[in-house]
């Protein structure tokens, strides 16, 4: 690698690589299958991982000793020349390399898909993302309907095919394991509709993918609950309740009854779209991929949000406003991605929690205000996530029945 294409990596890991740089850096991986794997390998977990651990394990004694030795043997100034050969070179920037990634691969592997991705939309780079799996999650409830009588299936346990009827609709589990309500035929004359509850519990490794019987898709993160009519037929609007967690809608579009996502005191009201909303905290956060939408607060205050804008509610002030963001890191879990943009560790760690059912303490609360940036697969367990963290920061992780202890070190 020449000079250039080195400190273009370097800066990238640590977050510091300019646009025309960014430009530069994608031109060279895809200009060569050898480039893309050698950036592939520079940005590697198990490579970082292997040249940490010589990094912090190398003797500087013992490595002194040698050098003072050589040169005895080799003082012309050509063998000292020769011994500042290409090969130790590239050692050293490898080291600067491991190095800088570690911190930005807090999160394990990830960076190279984090730099494709940012050029996939604007040169039309094809990638795929590999479905979540491994993930350590506790014994427990697992994701289950609770249906309009009471019954309760667990998607885990039922087999593909038909799982229930109400009302003219069958619910049916695909061999992909997508949830989908199949309307038969319309029931305009019904009086009571009967609601169906989908939850996706704390601790769940696998994002729920379900389609209501309008055609709407919707996919459920951990620890989220969603309630929503077996059948849109006769009522003159769509509606649903997201009670709490985070949901990504792709709606079906359907100008004469517009779909509606309500919680608590705040509506989504949208005719054909696709959006994310994330529920878990005082505040909501509506992020818009594509369509319109209109954010309404109790007929108090609205907004409108065109793709690429977020609305911020916040339930205890009641104030509402509106801002432009990076829409990917908002959608990645979706994909069976954890994305973080200088993410907090008490946020980070808020996000492990739901994900394998964690309590989390901290000892130090300085320690909730590091910040992070990085992207990974949800193919990690929760022990190898925190000692890539522990390995790269000044933080120690202690695990105790199921809470994570977190606490300041020194190397």
Known sequence: MNNNIDNLIINFLQGTLSESGQDDLNNWIIASDKNRALFEKLTSQKWINTELESFYQYNEDKGWDKVVERLALNSSPIAEKNFESPKIGMLLLWKRIAVAASVLLVMGVGSYFLLLNKFERRNEIVKTIKPAKNIEAPIGPKAMITLANGNKLYL????????????NVKVMKLADGQIVYSSNASNGNQKVVPYNTLTNPRGSADVINMTLSDGTKVWLNADTRLKYPVSFD???????????????????????????????????QVLGTSFNVNAYSGIIYTTLVEGKVKVDIKNTSELQLIPGQQAQFDRWSGALEKQEVDVFPYVAWKEGILAFDNTTLESLMEQVGRLYDYDIEFKDSELKQLHFNGRMEKTATVIELLDIIQKTTNVKFNLKDRRIIIEKTTR
């Open 156 to 167: 885990d346990k039922v087999s593909k095919g038909a799982l229930a009827i109400q009302e």
């Open 234 to 268: 006769g009522s003159a609007n769509r509606v649903v309740y997201l009670e709490s967690g985070e949901i990504y809608f792709k709606v079906t579009k359907n100008p004469s009854k517009p779909f509606i996502v309500h919680n608590g005191d705040m509506s989504i």
